[in-house]
């Protein structure tokens, strides 16, 4: 397994991802992809080393694919969340932070509702001169680093099963439809698409998509903004809704769910907009029926949403595997 | 370790079980317990694989009872709590369990406080084509059937240690005592019991007991129901109690709970009624004094309280051990 | 690895601890820091055994820190939480231990708000004649043993890192500050400084720091009372200090966490009153700006904080390692 180029401790924004890095990820996955088609579905990789699980925003299916991907490696995990933590006794997330490096632990994948956390406890571990890795599993309207990559695995593997590589999405067009503004997966999503060199095209409503969203495409040419679905899904190869929080609406942003839907709802009839062999994509937790049709969510010739979900351990695998195996030198 | 009858996906309920289905998992389970015996309580059967306990009703001892099953077994374990979990976002049940799948589970326990939950996503993963054992830890009203069988084997091997098998109870008197309307566990073991061939006599007051229990019976002839707790006692060899739970006084079921101890609790006097060497079981958790008197819980001469608990364990080891073996070829 | 003199079962408190037994742990402690160096830090000593936390009163920090400390020994952990366990469903306390126990855990980790939980379980332990071993992870204002282990190890550990000895104590001079009345943490810290021949010097206001807490020292001559500050800095080789709930303003003990840090939390200019190489201790999770100061807590020239945590994870190896081996024969 080849990680000559990883030189990364954290991984925490894919603003500033390198194509070799984006193939290195996709390379190691696909390698784990493999382990978890054995029967025995685990590699002593990561044996003896701590993997802390630090969500002090709830999460259960992101916590679960973090913790999987690390126990497949190996590793011992440790969850923390944040109802039943310190916090709730004044100690500040830096200290928390610090506690569990001093218990000894190898790696925090870290959430928080507050953008900018797992970076500030990044750079306290430089600042502290220690080997631990921080993994950004959600950090307010910030990134998603970790679902950015496993969508990007997602559809390069269906691409080229055997080497997917992120110059299969030159000249492809993708479609990112739903509450722009509010999610951090639309942002690390845009951030690896573009550096595919893929047409990324964004629909929102505008209280969900300002203006400003086009400064993400400055100098690729290859980021567009419509307030209307149809123009975006236009022959698009690939379309990705974003899952709709339901407080958007209580906040006045949204007049309801059902004419969300009509406005901007992924549908079957919609679809013919696009190119035949369209696919579909969701982080999840799905809406059924909001951002998406219910019988398309459940049709495998359009939806990825399952794939999405395998593709997550592999990919959360290959983070944890890098930026473990730089520190240790262990191999696959 | 003969398992040659299983060919059983899923376990949900005990109301198809087979004589041979009864027999394959007590044997199964004596095994275990020579295992769980022996100073390493860890066999390798299921390494690599993964049990999702899926809780959607929270439960400490049941879960807890699973976990070690599953680890002892060597799985890796994934543990869901409802109250954490995307429920809460709008995402269906199925959805989430097919999450699980997704991520890559072997085997689901569930437990929901809706009936049929279970069989929903049992039936959801046959439909899938996917080899993903569901397991019943509880649902609502209907069955608890890992909790039967434990029952079940707790008798047993207290009639025949070495080859505890469903032929022994025969002939033997079994009362089931308390809010059977609301029991799980009671309909799980109405079912195991009729199939024995023992006797069942069903006791508590008539708002506890409704007139349709006696269609379990139906074909057995070896069911009856009782308003009076006397004649179930009458020379009965097994005693079993059933929780209270105390919300039935607020919806007018049971006057009190002391009222209920004193026509329906399990004393020292009314065993008399009983053989001499009667045993009592209790599913737990128990209201001491309500159910059953302090004093009698804690006589290891009457109480097989903990012995039940222990056979959990042993009992929930053979069921994983034997849904995922039927799969993946495993040897003990 | 010399555990000759390791006969007790339960690790309860340290009012009875004997200097063999403290002298015991620190070597213990001292190896398996030396394994925490290690690349792999896992050692398989406990494989098949069963750690259960049962954690009646919350706490992250200490139960990750029993939860590694058990997986680095190989045992498999049971985590039990207050707030989704049957206590809500009105079994009692013993009950609950007893369904751990018939389960098959060997030993149990037990935290609850009332002083003597982990007592009582372990005398119903020892009355049933089952070799299961219970550790007091802090029971009400009683005592914390584990904590305060941890921070002895952490002050031998620096006098003599080889060899961390008791004795190393004797005739220094360590100042406690803070909320002595309501600290458990405090109460283990004083038996085992008096123990090894410390100057002890407590230190708080007076309605945290009653006058009976002199009896702690009868026959040791040893221990002092002060109702400044100063006097139990001056000349002080080590300074602990203790967290400040803060619940203890709303019940009028205290006029406000400002007043407080004037007139007892620990700065750089108060430290002047010190030896010049004192260190400074806190059991954590710090109020910042209350009980220390911000940038002195951060300084490693004086905190051993950090360290503290670190500790904490082999104290807590060395006693399941001794609790276990004691039963099993197990080596190292």
Same sequence: chains 1, 2, 3.
Wanted: glycine share 6%; net charge neutral; aromatic share 6%.
């Amino acid at each position: 397994m080849a990680n000559t180029t990883w030189t990364r401790n954290h991984v925490l924004s894919l603003s500033d991802f390198t194509p070799d890095e984006y193939n290195t990820v996709l390379q190691t996955a696909a390698s784990f992809s493999e382990v978890l088609s054995r029967r025995t579905k685990k590699v002593p990789t990561l044996q003896g080393q701590v993997v802390a699980n630090l969500f002090f925003e709830s999460s259960t299916r992101t916590r679960s694919s973090f913790e999987l991907a690390a126990k497949r490696l190996s590793a011992d995990t440790l969850n923390f969340a944040a109802a039943t933590s310190s916090l709730t006794k004044g100690e500040t997330i830096l200290d928390t932070a610090k506690t569990y490096l001093a218990m000894g632990t190898d790696m925090m994948v870290i959430r928080h509702k507050e953008s900018g956390v797992p970076s500030a406890i990044a750079q306290e571990m430089d600042r502290l001169g220690v080997k631990v890795g921080v993994l950004n599993a959600g950090d307010g309207q910030h990134e998603h680093p970790s679902q950015g990559l496993l969508d990007l695995f997602t559809i390069c593997t269906l691409l080229n099963p055997q080497e997917p590589r992120l110059e299969l999405l030159a000249g492809k067009k993708i479609a990112i439809v739903g509450d722009i503004l509010h999610s951090r997966v639309a942002r690390s999503n845009i951030w690896s698409l573009t550096a595919s060199g893929a047409e990324v095209h964004l629909a929102a409503p505008p209280t969900l998509l300002p203006k400003l969203f086009a400064d993400y495409g400055i100098g690729t040419g290859k980021l567009f903004l419509h307030w209307q679905i149809e123009p975006a899904l236009q022959n698009a190869d690939f379309v990705m809704t974003l899952r709709l929080q339901k407080e958007r609406m209580t906040s006045h942003l949204l007049p309801s769910l059902r004419e969300y839907h009509q406005l901007f709802g992924i549908t079957r009839d919609r679809l013919q907009l696009c190119q035949p062999n369209v696919k579909v994509l969701h982080p999840g937790p799905v809406n059924r029926g909001v951002e998406i049709s219910s019988d398309l969510m459940d049709d495998p010739d359009f939806s990825l949403i399952s794939q999405q979900v395998t593709s997550g351990v592999a990919v959360r695998m290959a983070l944890l595997y890098l930026m473990g195996s730089g520190k240790a030198g262990n191999s696959l």
